[in-house]
């Protein structure tokens, strides 16, 4: 996938410059991290949508081009409009690839527990993301874990995860990421809590947030 994000500097601010832009279909952002002073540019808010919804979300490494000048960055956070859901704003952190950086990374369940299947238990998705501090360029795009085996009692702490791996955890080892528990009267709420897909919009803050 083309992970190429073209980007103008702008020379002003607020919200004059951001309705002007919009109006040319783009968004503010700001560029900012490493030893350069920060930057106010303009980008597309198609092309960052298409890069926010790969595979990698907000942990894709984008070459961002910025007048003919080509620098590594990931997006730190984004705004979104309340109601629209579009994208307003984003801040993008300039990488240096020999430099690990700390990033959350989205957890991915696979299979039905047999101890949901066969004991009437209930799988209960604690975390959906985890912290983790890696090299740029080997940064996970989803961590996977397999639920088939899993009973009522049975867990998922980050140590059983991170074992092997590129990266090392910085939530703490002892963190429960999924478990199954037994059925009881009002589990109706974790029981939707464990359905429930996480979606990358839901990383960004809203308008309303501000």
């Known amino acids: ?17 951001a309705r002007r832009l919009r109006v040319k279909g783009q968004i503010p952002a700001v ?23 790969s595979e990698a979300g907000l942990n894709t490494l984008i070459d961002l081009k910025v007048d003919g000048t080509t620098t590594k960055v ?5 705004l979104l409009q309340p109601v629209t859901h579009q994208l307003l704003h984003a801040d993008f952190y300039r990488v240096n690839l020999e430099k690990k950086v700390q990033v959350k990374v989205a957890v991915r369940l696979h299979g039905e527990p047999k101890g949901v299947k066969v004991q009437g238990g209930v799988l209960d998705f604690v975390h ?39 990266w090392t955890p910085v939530s703490s080892a002892d963190m429960m990421i999924v478990h199954v528990v037994g059925a009881r009267v009002g589990s109706d709420e974790a029981a939707g809590a464990a359905t429930a897909e996480p979606e990358v919009a839901k990383k960004g803050k809203t308008d309303k947030d501000k």
């Open 74 to 78: 990931i997006v730190k956070d984004f």
């Open 1 to 17: 996938m083309d992970t190429t994000l073209e980007a103008v500097v702008r020379e002003s601010r607020g919200k004059n410059e």
């Open 128 to 166: 959906r993301e985890i912290e983790v501090e890696s090299l740029p360029t080997e940064i996970p795009e989803h961590i996977d874990i397999d639920v088939t085996g899993m009973m009522i009692g049975d867990g998922v702490h980050v140590k059983d995860v991170a074992a092997g791996q590129k």
């Open 31 to 53: 560029v900012y991290g490493g030893s350069q002073p920060a930057q106010a540019v303009a980008v597309s808010p198609k092309e960052l949508s298409r890069l926010l919804h």
